[in-house]
């Protein structure tokens, strides 16, 4: 363990995403981001929807949406996500969240007013939109390895990110003795052809084979997290409740350039 103090901010800014842009920050969270009226009105919702969802790499959470993560994986999957990125973003945001409002819709606009350039979301090599969003539920015994998120995609075609930063709004999260605590190691990882060569079969990298993480941070229902996605990152096993997120991607190129939203 390193023994250095998170550096955070409280509030998404534009002096706080370039904060953590430059390595300055280490996370920015947003308390309470999402009202807890939005999970009461779109929670059972949500949950049929996992329900009837799977994630391909892993059993030990569903996943509302094919990932890019996913995508990357096979060309099958490759091609789902680019015939079903638009059709599910919609489903989330009209169906999943009628009448409450996304809250990643709602980053969305925030951050297109506060970046100089603004936000939009990704297109991908054949010229449509990616997937905005995917919804994860995890359930008692699930955790997530210890990962990176890569800075680039073929998908994605000619985006060249400067940094990816990761997302996640937390819709409900397990209670107090629950697990389910996102864990960060002071590791960022710029030779992603490195990390390739160590990870595991299915995703990730052997907790067995890293020290405890650096820091534990337990999200309350509703915070909105922001982090470096090329830092290790995992999820803590769950023994009790549930943990339910929605999550995205921020790419960076520069100042000059949109930022790039997809999941």
Not at 64 to 83: C, D, L, M, R
């Amino acid at each position: 363990m390193s023994g250095r103090r998170l550096r955070a901010a409280a509030d998404l800014s534009y002096d706080a995403l370039t904060g953590l842009i430059k390595g300055d920050l280490d996370l920015i969270r947003c308390q309470a981001y999402s009202p807890p009226e939005v999970y009461k009105v779109a929670g059972p919702r949500i949950e049929t929807a996992c329900d009837a969802s799977t994630y391909t790499l892993t059993p030990d959470f569903q996943c509302v949406g094919v990932s890019i993560g996913e995508a990357n994986e096979s060309p099958e999957k490759a091609e789902q996500y680019v015939a079903e990125g638009a059709a599910t973003t919609t489903l989330i945001r009209e169906s999943l969240f009628a009448g409450v409002g996304s809250p990643i819709d709602r980053l969305l606009t925030q951050l297109d007013e506060l970046w100089p350039a603004g936000a939009d979301v990704a297109l991908t090599r054949a010229g449509r939109p990616a997937l905005l969003n995917v919804i994860r539920r995890w359930r008692s015994a699930g955790q997530a390895n210890p990962h990176i998120d890569q800075r680039n995609s073929e998908i994605l075609g000619d985006y060249t990110f400067t940094k990816r930063l990761g997302v996640n709004v937390y819709l409900e999260v397990p209670p107090e003795d629950g697990g389910g605590e996102l864990e960060l190691w002071d590791t960022v990882v710029d030779d992603e052809r490195d990390y390739m060569e160590q990870r595991r079969a299915d995703y990730g990298l052997d907790r067995g084979r890293l020290t405890a993480p650096d820091w534990t941070i337990r999200p309350g229902n509703g915070d909105l997290v922001i982090f470096d996605a090329a830092r290790v990152h995992g999820v803590r096993r769950l023994t009790k409740g549930q943990r339910v997120a929605m999550a995205c991607f921020l790419g960076v190129r520069g100042v000059d350039d949109p930022l790039a939203l997809f999941a």
